[in-house]
């Protein structure tokens, strides 16, 4: 009887899970991820090699559909919703950053300069990655589940 | 900004039947096309002489101590206010697309 009772006895922990407890548990699971995944797709960011379709359009595209938003239905949303969020971001810089730009640079310019940055300024590019990725996923993380984000120092990027 | 401001995001995704896997992974992306953004353009702006001095940083404190100046200097706004401006849109667009009936 004793085990009956048991075996029909409902799961609580559903019910009693606090916004501050499952926030919690997401935290946990998108700090696994970021460390995981992002930290070593940014690790192996490098222009080299790569043409300029790469390095203007496709990266962006590629990291917004990586995997971002495969679930139904608020898919095409997300994608377009992060779109328009890097289409402000790359305003906010480009109309600050004008005047230290050189205007008359096409695509294919600027994908060769960033090649030769990665090859030239290793060590430099490497802290460059690692601080903002640094930036990046203490801000959203943070925006998400409202905790700081540590991120491994002796990950070498 | 750890002000929760993707919560209504979390939120509707959570409407949506969005598993917790399946958002924590949409914060990873986000943090990996914000990171993208921004380093692509600091490659852009950042001059050659800029990148050598960090190349040559004694150290990661003072290196990262450069970048903020390099930034202010160069583009007028701290990376953290460029994310903001990006992550602020991106919830606001996804709030408002997700209203429509």
């Known amino acids: 009887m004793e085990g009956q009772t048991a075996e029909v006895a409902p799961d609580t922990t559903v019910a009693t899970e606090t916004p501050e407890k499952k926030r919690k548990s997401l935290g946990k699971r998108a700090a696994h991820i970021i460390r995981n995944r992002t930290v070593s797709y940014i690790k192996n960011l490098d222009p080299r090699g790569k043409d300029k379709f790469w390095w203007t359009g496709n990266l962006l595209s590629a990291a917004t559909s990586a995997g971002l938003f495969l679930f139904a239905p608020g898919a095409r949303l997300l994608k377009t919703a992060a779109t328009a969020g890097i289409s402000v971001g790359l305003q906010v810089a480009e109309t600050a950053g004008e005047k230290y730009r050189d205007k008359f640079w096409d695509e294919e310019k600027k994908a060769e300069r960033a090649a030769k940055r990665e090859e030239k300024f290793p060590e430099g590019t490497s802290r460059l990655k690692r601080f903002l990725l640094g930036i990046s996923a203490g801000g959203i993380y943070g925006a998400a589940v409202g905790l700081p984000l540590e991120l491994p120092t002796y990950t070498p990027i | 900004?750890?002000?929760?401001?993707?919560?209504?995001?979390?939120?509707?995704?959570?409407?949506?039947?969005?598993?917790?896997?399946?958002?924590?992974?949409?914060?990873?992306?986000?943090?990996?096309?914000?990171?993208?953004?921004?380093?692509?353009?600091?490659?852009?702006?950042?001059?050659d002489e800029d990148m050598q001095k960090l190349e040559s940083a004694p150290n990661e404190k003072d290196a990262n101590k450069l970048i903020m100046e390099i930034y202010s200097q160069r583009i007028g706004s701290t990376p953290q206010e460029i994310l903001n401006s990006f992550l602020k849109k991106f919830v606001q667009d996804f709030v408002q697309e997700n209203s429509k009936p």
């Open chain 2, 1 to 47: 900004m750890h002000d929760l401001l993707l919560n209504p995001v979390i939120e509707i995704l959570e409407k949506d039947g969005a598993s917790e896997e399946e958002i924590a992974t949409a914060i990873a992306d986000l943090t990996q096309t914000a990171t993208v953004l921004l380093y692509k353009q600091a490659l852009e702006i950042f001059s």
